[in-house]
Structures are given as C-alpha cells and as structure tokens.
C-alpha cells in the first residue's frame, strides 16, 4: 500500500513557474514507477509526465515538453513536477501516481493516487 499526498498548487500568472511535490507513504517507493496526471473541468485526466524507478528514463506529454521536468528522491520518497512557462491552459487539478508498470502512460497503468493540488494559471 502506498499513500500519496500532493502539494505545492496555487495561483500563478502566465509565464510563471510553480513546483509540486508528491511524498508517498511506505518503504518501497524505489519500487513505483512515478507519474503526473492532470484534470481540467469539464475534461478527462490526462498523462502529464512518468519518471522511471531510478529517475534514468522520463515521458512527457507533448503539450507540456520542454516546459515541465519531472523528478525524484528514493531518500525522501517524493516525487517532483518543475513547471515552468505556464499557460492558462495548464489550469487543472494535478495528481501524481505509482506505478509498477514502464512505460505508464494511461490511468489504468497506476495502482495508486494522490487527492490531487489545483494549479490555476492566471492570463
């Protein structure tokens, strides 16, 4: 069992940069695959970016490559979002995942789920 909690959302003008975090519960987190997902209103969730168990392979969506980098820390067992150069349709509600599956790209990749941290993007 693994338990996520994220922080680190708010409210950022456009242009702006914004950092999440996601700290898991447990002693296997080097064992999850890690990812971001996100959710608009109105919209499905969707893919945001994975990171491998060691950090060593990443996927990104297109829309947010060359913008966001995702990491990690097996010590601290968190996982990181960096955004950068948001765009008001980054606005969306972020979840962070594991995952025992590489690569995970789809909901149903993802054993476990945060509750989620809203990231609103101001224009």
């Known amino acids: 069992q693994v338990q996520l909690v994220e922080s680190g959302g708010g409210l950022v003008q456009a242009g702006g940069s914004l950092r999440l975090s996601c700290a898991a519960s447990?002693?296997?987190?080097?064992?999850?695959?890690m990812g971001w997902f996100r959710q608009a209103p109105g919209k499905e969730r969707e893919f945001v970016a994975a990171?491998?168990?060691?950090?060593?392979?990443?996927n990104y969506a297109d829309s947010v490559k060359g913008r966001f980098t995702i990491s990690r820390d097996n010590a601290k067992n968190t996982v990181y979002l960096q955004m950068n150069s948001l765009k008001p349709e980054d606005t969306a509600v972020y979840y962070c995942?594991?995952?025992?599956?590489?690569?995970?790209?789809?909901?149903?990749?993802?054993?476990?789920w945060g509750q989620g941290t809203q990231v609103t993007v101001s224009s």
């Open positions: 995942a594991a995952s025992l599956l590489w690569p995970a790209f789809i909901l149903r990749d993802y054993n476990y």
């Open positions: 447990g002693r296997t987190f080097s064992s999850y695959v």
């Open positions: 990171l491998s168990w060691s950090g060593s392979s990443t």
